[in-house]
């Protein structure tokens, strides 16, 4: 399927396919996202089933602007305005107590839902256009790479879309950070370039640090993963195929930044380039043990291990 330029008589489409019950791939500044009508059970159903994803995964409702908001949740804390004016439209997923609109496929039969205003203007105009909220996982297929490029979409999973709208490379990489505001204390669930730091400069000193925090639904620690086998090693030999952070020797490896959020914004593509080549194991220099890279290491972690 070719993707279709984000304009305005495909932004129609898109909205009118979604309106309909279909399923398309948008962009996001995170990573491209499968979208179906979040107030649509039978929608909803088919994006587990695009995906091969277990229906007890929960999904992520992509609204355009805070108004919306008080129709998919049922309270917001006070928190919620300083974290919406600091970081949304952005990657920050927040979950709350779900509204009795949400249906129950849509949270994976939660009490709360998982919501957020994507960074994207072909994504917020289709969303402006269609006036619906928009459950969107990643457009990958279940355990495997997120797309951050139009070009990088599963075509199997596409044969399950009305359209596919091309926003160009998504410009942060990886999924979006998740805080839980359901509970007394916030935490974080999913790791992403907002930062625990980022979020405590606005809402205060909170809860334990996400090691600690109990796994999410629907997570697994193999997650995110290139088809080939990948390691975590601290250098790559010359002769060898994966990430460096030196100039790479040859066609086989792939020079990473050394700055986490270009590193983040080059992740899955560079993990799908390599899986696409003639070798048997994918090698990942170890970045920095440093804060900024935490949700890189989060990604690297579950790319590499070996069991669910
Ligand atoms: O950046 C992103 O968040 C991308 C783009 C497309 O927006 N979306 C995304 O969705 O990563 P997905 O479905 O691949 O991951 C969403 C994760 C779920 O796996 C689940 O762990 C968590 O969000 N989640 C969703 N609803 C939740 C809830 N009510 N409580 C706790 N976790 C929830
Ligand atoms: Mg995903």
């Not at 994006?47 to 805070?66: D, T, W």
Request: glycine content about 6%; proline content about 9%; hydrophobic content about 40%.
């Amino acid at each position: 399927m070719r993707p279709l330029r984000p304009v305005e008589p495909n932004i129609r489409r898109a909205s009118n396919a979604l309106l309909r019950g279909d399923l398309v791939v948008l962009p996001t500044e995170t990573v491209y996202g499968l979208a179906a009508d979040a107030a649509n059970p039978e929608a909803v159903e088919r994006i587990y089933e695009a995906k091969g994803r277990p229906s007890e995964n929960p999904l992520i409702v992509h609204v355009s602007q805070m108004e919306s908001l008080s129709l998919w949740v049922a309270e917001s804390p006070r928190v919620l305005n300083a974290l919406a004016e600091a970081f949304w439209p952005g990657p920050l997923t927040v979950v709350l107590p779900k509204s009795h609109r949400v249906p129950k496929i849509t949270t994976g039969g939660l009490e709360t839902v998982a919501i957020r205003i994507p960074s994207h203007s072909a994504t917020l105009a289709v969303i402006d256009e269609c006036g619906l909220g928009l459950a969107m996982p990643s457009a990958n297929r279940f355990m495997g790479l997120s797309p951050t490029r139009a070009d990088r979409i599963d075509p199997e999973l596409a044969t399950f879309c009305d359209c596919i709208i091309d926003g160009g490379p998504c410009r942060v990489g990886i999924e979006s950070t998740i805080l839980d505001l359901s509970s007394s204390s916030p935490q974080i669930l999913r790791p992403g370039m907002i930062s625990a730091e980022e979020i405590q400069a606005v809402i205060g000193r909170f809860g334990a640090a996400t090691e600690a925090a109990p796994r999410v639904p629907g997570s697994y620690r193999r997650h995110y993963a290139p088809t080939k086998p990948a390691r975590l090693v601290d250098a790559v030999s010359a002769g060898e195929a994966g990430l460096v952070f030196r100039y790479a020797d040859s066609v086989n490896q792939i020079q990473m930044a050394n700055d986490p959020a270009m590193y983040a914004r080059k992740l899955y593509v560079s993990l799908s380039d390599l899986e696409s080549r003639d070798i048997d194991e994918i090698l990942i220099e170890r970045p920095p043990d440093e804060p900024e890279w935490q949700a890189v290491w989060d990604r690297l972690r579950k790319a590499t291990a070996t069991e669910l």
